[in-house]
């Protein structure tokens, strides 16, 4: 009996002619070794979990990220993507009630990194405060202002996501795109860029400057929409991607709202290049850091990029022949676990990612795309 040809999606190359070209930390190697040994410390996994966790290469989209960072801030950088990753996780899975409390928990520790924690409070407390107590110490206070800021609307965004799962609200695509700035989490990390240096407000919050940023965060969160749209609907975390908006409120099958997304994409690049040219002047030191602070966001976008088909997130060890032959197999859909619930007396004793994990062993053996692929769309 003939296997069934398996479904295949088309995944556009966005960044072909993108100016910034990849790099890497050269602290990686050793920073990654320090940053898995802290994170793995408190236990906030079990075994299989942190396994799946560590292959999601939360360290190397930062050492991508900020090529240029030393070697303190790149650690400091790592442990705090760690932790936006292990809270993303937890957003994706838990009630609306406990990702609140959560919510809360993290916000007091950023905004107090010398109070100590209540005893039997979930972890993410302390490893909050931990690394933010470290961050005084190698990042310019402005910055730190601004990354607490961005930060905590990227939590608040998180909190309201989660209400959205549970009441099972679907947003418009022009409201996608706002809503999925902040819930995608790349804000605080286009705010880094300026962590050696403390630009005015004047700079950083002008029209111009702010319309390069939320580009760049458009072009970022829409190509990690396109890569992780297989791996989400599999197992059944879709409900809150741009493809699976454009599908409902377009009325496109997959491979038609990929492609529209992808336009989408292209506009974004246009506007940025063309936003860049027209930046304002503020005088040549000030000009030094504009350039740099700009350079550095679209990098962010070169380096997610990278980072979707190098690490082992989305396709196993198969990203960088998909990158290649930019085709994917439809993965079937999963049965998740139930919510874990977890408690503040229950915090070290997660298995938040088993879900997954399951179906991530294997995901796209030599077997599947060898037979012969059927195109959607």
Not at 47 to 63: H, P, R
Not at 155 to 181: K, M, P, S, W
Not at 356 to 363: K, M, S
Request: proline share 4%; glycine share 6%.
């Amino acid at each position: 009996m003939a296997l069934a040809r398996p479904k295949m999606i088309y995944l556009p190359d966005t960044i072909t002619d993108w100016p910034w070209p990849r790099a890497i930390n050269p602290h990686f190697e050793a920073v990654k070794v320090e940053a898995d040994a802290w994170f793995h410390s408190f236990k906030t996994l079990s075994t299989e979990s942190l396994e799946e966790f560590d292959k999601g290469g939360a360290a190397y989209i930062v050492a991508l990220g900020d090529p240029n960072a030393s070697r303190e801030q790149l650690r400091f950088c790592c442990d705090f993507m760690n932790i936006q990753v292990l809270v993303d996780e937890y957003t994706e899975v838990e009630t609306a009630a406990f990702v609140k409390e959560m919510m809360d928990i993290i916000i007091d520790a950023l905004h107090n990194p010398h109070k100590m924690r209540s005893e039997g409070e979930f972890i993410i407390g302390e490893i909050v405060r931990q690394c933010s107590a470290r961050a005084l110490q190698i990042i310019s206070l402005t910055c730190w202002r601004r990354f607490i800021d961005s930060f905590t609307d990227n939590l608040r965004a998180g909190a309201v996501e989660a209400v959205d799962r549970e009441q099972g609200h679907f947003r418009t695509i022009d409201n996608q795109f706002q809503h999925r700035r902040d819930t995608g989490g790349i804000l605080p990390w286009l705010v880094m860029c300026q962590m050696r240096m403390d630009l005015p407000d004047e700079v950083f919050y002008h029209p111009a400057i702010v319309e390069l940023v939320e580009c760049a965060a458009n072009m970022i969160m829409i190509d990690n929409d396109i890569v992780s749209y297989n791996k989400e609907q599999a197992s059944g975390r879709d409900h809150n991607t741009l493809i699976t908006v454009i599908m409902l409120e377009v009325g496109l099958d997959i491979g038609g709202a990929i492609a529209w997304a992808a336009k989408y994409h292209a506009e974004f690049k246009k506007r940025f290049i063309k936003g860049l040219a027209e930046v304002p002047s503020w005088g040549p030191s000030t000009d030094v850091l504009v350039k740099e602070y700009l350079d550095g966001v679209a990098n962010w976008v070169r380096a997610n990029y990278c980072w979707s088909f190098e690490s082992e997130r989305f396709f196993g060890t198969m990203g960088p022949e998909i990158q290649q032959n930019r085709l994917v197999p439809l993965l079937p859909k999963v049965i998740r676990k139930a919510s874990t619930a977890v408690t503040k007396d229950h915090a070290t004793d997660l298995y938040i990612m088993d879900a997954t994990a399951h179906h991530e062993r294997g995901l796209y053996s030599a077997d599947q795309s060898s037979v012969g692929p059927q195109m959607i769309g």
